[in-house]
């Protein structure tokens, strides 16, 4: 079973910057491809960014040129950058791992970020 847990989360101000941090065991990490999500209260779930087993990298749009995904296999953990910072990025990060190469099937348990005006 994969367990997949973040950590990073935290308050600062706009303009500012936080690294989350996602750890993933239980199977073989440079297999998986990798995502970060985040969702706000009364919303869905929303894609922020992923990077594929390859190492290719995918974004919203909402956070080109400011989020930066990464990877480190020998640690299996991925990083999310996330570079100035603004108010509307507040939401609960999660972070998952896909084996299949197609849905998102192990999740962690989020890490709020909250950015202030």
């Known amino acids: 079973q994969v367990q997949v847990v973040e950590s990073g989360g935290g308050l600062v101000q706009a303009g500012g910057s936080l690294r989350l941090s996602c750890a993933a065991s239980?199977?073989?990490?440079?297999?998986?491809?990798m995502g970060w999500f985040r969702r706000t209260p009364g919303k869905e779930r929303d894609f922020v960014a992923a990077?594929?087993?390859?190492?290719?990298?995918y974004y919203a749009d909402s956070v080109k040129g400011r989020f930066i995904i990464s990877r480190d296999n020998a640690k299996s953990t991925v990083y999310l950058q996330m570079n100035s910072l603004k108010p509307e990025d507040t939401a609960v990060y999660y972070c998952?791992?896909?084996?299949?190469?197609?849905?998102?099937?192990?999740w962690g348990r989020g890490t709020q970020v909250t950015v202030s005006s």
């Open positions: 239980g199977r073989t990490f440079r297999s998986a491809d």
């Open positions: 990077i594929k087993s390859g190492g290719s990298t």
């Open positions: 998952a791992a896909s084996y299949s190469g197609s849905a998102y099937d192990s």
